[in-house]
């Protein structure tokens, strides 16, 4: 599947892990703590995650952080996090 073809349909987060259901039917799960502005968010903030651009992104407008769904489903973490 390329990476334009990743479209979301749900987000959610819960014990500091996003998950995600797919249009395609699958479900896929990333730890925030791949993420840096996510690792330093609260619950709260963590939960007013919203989709974007028809589904292929993620937004936390208050922690100003976008996340392509590509990106997270094929483990593309920013580079800072790529060991972890």
Known sequence: MVKHEMIALEASAHDR???LKLRDGST???PVAFYPR???ATPDQ???VSLRV???ALRWEELDED???ADAVFGLYPASCAAA
């Open 28 to 30: 896929h799960s990333f």
């Open 46 to 48: 963590l939960a007013s």
């Open 17 to 19: 892990q996003i998950f």
């Open 38 to 40: 996510l690792a330093q």
């Open 67 to 69: 996340i392509w769904i």
């Open 54 to 56: 028809g589904g292929r």
